[in-house]
């Protein structure tokens, strides 16, 4: 990865993870709850999607003013999927190669536990799906 390129890039899994989280500590970044209603107000999943994606700001922001962090379409990171050291890291960057990417979160068919701020998948860069999509980053964040 370029850091010193201009214009737009995908966020690393770390720099995702922290803008998803937006200073929580907790499983869910809008709090403990998990009921249907709560969930409801920040997010587009199993429960309230209808089976498909939607519109961005429909639902209410983290705290950092981010919509649909955790729902509505999966997000590709710049990383490439693999083990982290288990020590604790700091803007931690996966391997330098591989054959799959990061992808974070869940889309709208997503069961509430799928929408935890914590835990990645792996995506084929072939993959071209309507659950998928993706967030940039600039030289200033999100």
């Not at 209410?60 to 982290?84: H, K, R, S």
């Not at 799928?114 to 071209?128: A, E, F, P, T």
Request: with cysteine.
């Amino acid at each position: 990865m370029n850091w010193s390129a201009n214009g737009y890039r995908l966020p690393t899994e770390a720099e995702w993870e922290y803008a998803a989280r937006a200073g929580s500590t907790m499983e869910y970044y809008w709090g403990t709850s998990t009921s249907d209603w709560t969930v409801s107000q920040y997010e587009w999943y199993s429960y309230n999607s209808s089976e498909k994606t939607h519109g961005v700001g429909q639902k209410q922001p983290n705290e950092f003013g981010l919509y649909d962090i955790a729902g509505n379409v999966m997000e590709w990171c710049w990383d490439w999927f693999g083990t982290y050291l288990s020590a604790s890291q700091t803007d931690p960057v996966g391997p330098s190669s591989g054959s799959y990417r990061v992808v974070r979160c869940c889309h709208w068919g997503s069961a509430l536990v799928s929408l935890r701020s914590v835990g990645g998948h792996n995506g084929y860069l072939g993959n071209r799906t309507y659950t998928l999509g993706f967030r940039v980053v600039t030289k200033s964040g999100f």
